[in-house]
């Protein structure tokens, strides 16, 4: 600990003295920290102890001195540090720092990978650094160097961690996708392949993310890309014996859910017969309970998916056929009647509004900071409205004929005085519970 502390002390008066022979020293002392830190548990929960100035000094020679990364990964690895990072500042350091490696031509691809580990490490500790990526101009540097380097897995995979945790921002999905993140997904991911499957499982995830945004899912639908998809996962299944990529498998049926929440892309569906084929594939799972997850989301999709029609429905569909009292010979339940067994006759209004989508995100993202809590307005949460309202199926005028039949709910009851033999008024009691008993003339 004395060790570690001296090595901070000594960084920390490089950084004040800010010298530009100072350089080598600074790498100096930080390569011995990183040292300590990656040999010794007990050094790196000391640096980011409650008091400690360790992660500080770390970034102030981080935002002028590059170099210090490595130990900078190295003290925040685990979710608590990377939390002690973000609360620090880190976030906005290590952004503007990719936004100045980005302008080196060409950028230092060492520095790159760093950078983008570290900010897939801390970016789901910030829920913030959607927006702070967007307003600091960072957003498209990670998809360029995707678009750059779709041979270097090595360079692209951290990249993508990372646009991933962007595009669970809804504005930052569709400013992507306006940049062609939709089809650079579709050259990463493909047919079944046991190399670099963990590239395969990012880049779905990242997919599946940017999808749940209406217009990523109508320039998929566009573009063909559903039938893609069940290409792609039918590929897997024949292929995935073992169901070790089960992971990969749910991957795809993640995008496949986000593309069909929208009309188009559940017509997309219907067209390219994805009902059959997941309700085929989904068979097959049955009889391996760890599959259990590509059966859940296969039955969500299909249920979504599966035309809906309005009841009475006189068609080979239902099991019941209702016949109505008077059906006229025009109009729109005649035109309902008369169409085929397998349209969707109930109105979708899922893909109306589209143009204001965007708009709609931004204030959604404004009202996300005031009101950070989750929120069902599913859920009702007045119990007066819970409560069923009792309605009499007749008029109290012709109830009153069965007042003979209970006298209790009508005759006042008083209590008997048993010395005066006088009746008394009745005063209820407040911890009487059960009928009121009335003395007979044996008990007086």
Known sequence: NSRTLSLLSQLEKINLDSV????????????????????????????????????????????????NLCGCGCVMSGGRRASV???????????????????DSPPNEELMVLLHTLLAKIGPKDKKIGMKARINGVLNISLNLVKQNLQNHRLILPCLQVLRVYSTNSVNAVSLGKNGVVELMFKII??????????????????????????????AVDRGYVQMLLTIYVDWHRHDSRHRYMLIRKGVLQCIKSVTNIKLGRKAFIDANGMKILYNTSQECLA????????????????????KNRLPLPTIKSA????????????????????????????????DNDDAETESEIE?????????????DDIETDINKLKPRQELGRPIEELKMYEQFFPELSENF???????????????????????????????
């Not at 047919?191 to 217009?215: E, G, H, I, Q, W």
């Not at 959604?364 to 069902?376: A, L, P, R, S, V």
Request: aromatic fraction near 6%; hydrophobic fraction near 35%.
């Open 20 to 67: 530009l022979g100072e350089s080598d020293s600074a790498r100096y002392v930080t390569s011995k920290i990183l040292h300590l830190v990656q040999s010794q548990e007990k050094t790196r929960k000391e640096m980011t102890s409650k008091g400690s100035t360790g992660i500080e000094v770390i970034l102030a020679t981080l935002e002028v001195k590059s170099f």
């Open 414 to 444: 008083q209590e008997w005085d048993l010395v005066s033999k006088e009746p008394k008024p009745f005063v209820p009691d407040a911890n009487l519970s059960g009928p009121i008993v009335v003395p007979t003339a044996s008990e007086e």
């Open 85 to 103: 990072l973000v609360t620090k500042g880190g976030t906005q350091i290590l952004l503007q720092l990719l936004l100045t490696a980005s302008k």
């Open 288 to 307: 391996v309970r760890t599959l259990d997850p590509l059966v859940n989301t296969s039955s969500l999709i299909m249920r979504k998916c599966f035309p």
């Open 364 to 376: 959604t993202e404004n009202d996300d900071d005031k009101d950070q809590h989750f929120k069902n």
């Open 320 to 351: 019941f056929h209702f016949q109505l009292p008077v059906i006229p010979a025009s109009g729109p339940v005649a035109q309902l009647y008369s169409l085929p067994p397998d349209v969707d006759d109930v109105v979708d209004e899922s893909d």
């Open 190 to 219: 493909g047919p079944f392949s046991k190399r670099n499957t963990s590239l395969m499982k990012v880049a779905l995830d990242t997919l599946a993310a940017l999808l749940k945004s209406k217009t990523n899912a109508r320039r």
